[in-house]
T-cell receptor, first 114, second 112 residues
Framework: NAGVMQNPRHLVRRRGQEARLRCSPMKGHSHVYWYRQLPEEGLKFMVYLQKENIIDESGMPKERFSAEFPKEGPSILRIQQVVRGDSAAYFC????????????FGPGTRLTVT | QKEVEQNSGPLSVPEGAIASLNCTYSDRGSQSFFWYRQYSGKSPELIMSIYSNGDKEDGRFTAQLNKASQYVSLLIRDSQPSDSATYLCAVTPSGGSYIPTFGRGTSLIVHP
């Protein structure tokens, strides 16, 4: 599978727990973006990363949310102390360095907070 | 605030007809424009990108860009029931940012 991979596809957490969402970009892609989509709402940008660097985190909530893209391994979006309002679909997208405007999305992680 | 506007629909067309989806944007300096298709419960799929004024055709899809009027459209010829989905318009702002602003999408229904 040469596409963007995300896991888990579905994640259920109780309020106050931590959620870790993983994203492996498409082969040859070095840019990773995280988006959140609430029911009946559009895609909202959260954070843009390259290997070992956060380039733009202007869409990330200031508290409880963090993201990383280590030298080895997948990008991780971490949500601490989840609340019901965090329930959403979280999509990761990736792009190539020389065609960074064209983003390709993974299947998403559906987070449900109970 | 940079905005991307789309009619939420649903837009209903008969099979075989041309579906026309429209999008307007507020940032006059925007440089890159994209159409994504999103089936219910699935992730967005990039179907068209356009960077300069005029038309760009790819199979049954044609993207049209008019920077002076700040709109971009997507035409789907010979619409099929399998084209029924939500179509998202995305616009990359001026200044070189790679981060697009997405519209809320237009729901398209192609009925047999």
């Amino acid at each position: 599978n040469a596409g963007v991979m995300q896991n888990p596809r579905h994640l259920v957490r109780r309020r106050g727990q931590e959620a870790r969402l993983r994203c492996s970009p498409m082969k040859g892609h070095s840019h990773v973006y995280w988006y959140r989509q609430l029911p009946e709402e559009g895609l909202k940008f959260m954070v843009y990363l390259q290997k070992e660097n956060i380039i733009d985190e202007s869409g990330m909530p200031k508290e409880r949310f963090s993201a990383e893209f280590p030298k080895e391994g997948p990008s991780i979006l971490r949500i601490q102390q989840v609340v019901r309002g965090d329930s959403a679909a979280y999509f990761c997208a990736s792009s190539r360095r020389d065609s960074a405007y064209e983003q390709y999305f993974g299947p998403g992680t559906r987070l449900t907070v109970t | 605030q940079k905005e991307v506007e789309q009619n939420s629909g649903p837009l209903s067309v008969p099979e075989g007809a041309i579906a026309s989806l429209n999008c307007t944007y507020s940032d006059r300096g925007s440089q890159s424009f994209f159409w994504y298709r999103q089936y219910s419960g699935k992730s967005p799929e990039l179907i068209m990108s356009i960077y300069s004024n005029g038309d760009k055709e790819d199979g049954r899809f044609t993207a049209q860009l008019n920077k002076a009027s700040q709109y971009v459209s997507l035409l789907i010829r010979d619409s099929q029931p399998s084209d029924s989905a939500t179509y998202l318009c995305a616009v990359t702002p001026s200044g070189g940012s790679y981060i697009p602003t997405f519209g809320r999408g237009t729901s398209l229904i192609v009925h047999p």
